[in-house]
């Protein structure tokens, strides 16, 4: 049997890169889904592309920053498909580099309002949801800068620590719901974001593989096994943790 036969899930940020990766792996697992991307052309044409191979999976736009647009995310799902077993907290708002003194006000309150309270606003409409269905997994998308400091990154290491922190604080919460909460940080991986931060895929390589034990940035597909896994019963005794995966990052 497949692994998420019979689940409903949610993912956000979910045109390209993790997201996008982490749909398809779902889908040929079995589950039925609602993609959600602040582009709205751009998760359709997602949905589309993930139906075409054997998805059943409906875009829909959302910004997760406004309460309204999650609410009617989490509204549609269960009216479309009857449940909501799975939310993975995956949209993400990047400043650049940049150090507290010379960043932009607006832009931190922004990278602030999708990364973190975000996840919260999802969660919030999700978890009554979740409830009704017995129980689901929530997956907040961190990163292993979430747990280190790092120059001219104070804004990114910040809305990510504070992720894994809120996945800790909603596993204690919501563990009488029969609701597990992870986080899922991941190391550099190889996404349009991250070739267009350093020019090229090779100068990725390079630049951010060289940071790792393994020598090189991660796949997306990666990332989506383990975010698999934290969805799946096979994490069945996990919550409150946090996953990491990021090719030795964190041990040098």
């Not at 899922?184 to 990725?204: H, N, Y």
Request: proline share 2%.
């Amino acid at each position: 049997m497949k692994r998420l036969q019979g689940k409903v899930g949610i993912i956000t940020g979910a045109v390209r890169g993790i997201g996008r990766a982490t749909a398809e792996r779902f889908c040929e697992e079995g589950a039925s889904l609602v993609i959600a991307d602040i582009d709205r052309d751009g998760i359709e044409n997602t949905a589309a592309e993930i139906r075409d191979i054997g998805g059943n999976v409906i875009g829909q736009q959302c910004d997760v920053s406004d309460a309204a647009s999650c609410e009617a995310v989490v509204k549609r799902t269960v009216e479309e498909f009857g449940k909501l077993n799975v939310l993975m907290n995956n949209a993400a708002y990047f400043i650049g580099r940049v150090t507290v003194e010379g960043v932009d006000i607006a832009e931190w309150r922004r990278a602030i309002d999708v990364n973190l309270t975000g996840p919260m606003l999802m969660s919030k409409y999700a978890i009554p949801a979740m409830r009704a269905a017995g129980g689901g997994s929530i997956i907040h998308v961190a990163s292993q800068l979430g747990s280190v400091g790092k120059p001219m990154r104070s804004d990114y290491c910040s809305v990510k620590g504070g992720l894994i922190q809120l996945a800790r604080c909603m596993a204690a919460d919501h563990v009488c719901d029969n609701i597990r909460v992870n986080s899922l940080s991941p190391g550099p991986i190889g996404t349009e974001r991250i070739f267009e931060r350093s020019g090229s895929e090779e100068a990725a390589q390079q630049e951010s593989g060289s940071l790792t034990l393994m020598g090189r940035v991660g796949l997306p597909k990666e990332i989506a096994n383990a975010a698999l896994f934290l969805a799946s019963d096979e994490s069945s005794f996990m919550t409150g943790d946090d996953l990491l995966v990021d090719g030795g990052y964190n041990a040098l």
